[in-house]
């Protein structure tokens, strides 16, 4: 197990976010340490906006034993997504695919049910082992009330491990399927951003409604609505968490639209 004081700035793909004291655990017996105080769960730093003060709670990062796979077994809440997609095509497994792209660990996937319109994170699930109380849990998807882009794990659990629900596929339709879910988010910003700032209001979508309210490109400090795709906010360099959150706010202003990221604190 590691601890240092860091800047999270430097682990968020927003490219924000003030100091804490992060606890690298690699360890069943190190994840029962580091929970000994109050705590806040870091995976890949995606859909994740942090103040600038930073926090007050140890941040706990999975590492070690927690960010190894088995894609027939069991795969470590720490493995990133990405990795998942393409190992899992590679081996000639399905129901992965409609994942492809999003930079997540497989945890922060579960806990907010990350997907696109070609799949969901709960579907690719056939068991959750999630800590929490001093104990290792393990749930059907059934029981964690997965929904757009949320789910009802129990308060203050941790996603440590996973199986999923993959079929064997000839390698040429999963490929079909990967080109395909790529083609469609062909016109997502490169510049650094959490992912979609807005859920998708039923039947519409979040970002086509900015783009035909003439939001795109609004900008505060160094933080923008993306012309490339309205419902990224990026930072252009020197973005403060400020700065969003005050463009977040004049969006919703204009727009009756809900908060996909998380904010710490």
Known sequence: ??????????????????????????????????????????????????????????????????????????VGAGVLLPLLVQEAARQGLSGLEGLLGIPAQVGGAVKMNAGTRFGEMAEALEAVEIYHEGRFHIYLPEELGFGYRQSRLPQGGI???????????????????????????????????????????????????????????LRVGDAMVSLEHGNFIVNLGQATARDVLDLLKRIQEELPLELEWEVWP
């Not at 806040?40 to 999975?62: A, F, H, Q």
């Not at 990967?178 to 959490?194: C, L, N, T």
Request: charged content about 35%.
């Open 159 to 217: 996603v440590t491990r996973v199986r999923l629900r993959l079929k064997d596929r000839p390698l040429e339709e999963i490929r079909r399927r990967m080109a395909e879910v790529d083609a469609a988010r062909k016109g997502q910003p490169k510049r650094k951003s959490a992912g979609c700032a807005f859920k998708n209001p039923p039947g519409h979508s979040a970002g086509r409604l900015i783009d035909e309210r003439g939001l795109k490109g």
């Open 1 to 74: 197990m590691r601890v240092e004081r860091v800047l999270l700035k430097d682990y968020t793909t927003l490219g924000i976010g003030g100091p804490a004291e992060l606890w690298t655990v690699e360890t069943r017996e190190d994840l029962l340490k580091a929970t000994e105080a109050p705590y806040r769960i870091l995976g890949n730093g995606s859909n994740l906006l942090v103040m600038d003060e930073g926090v007050p709670e140890r941040v706990i990062r999975l590492a070690g034993e927690f960010a190894t796979y088995d894609l027939k077994g069991w």
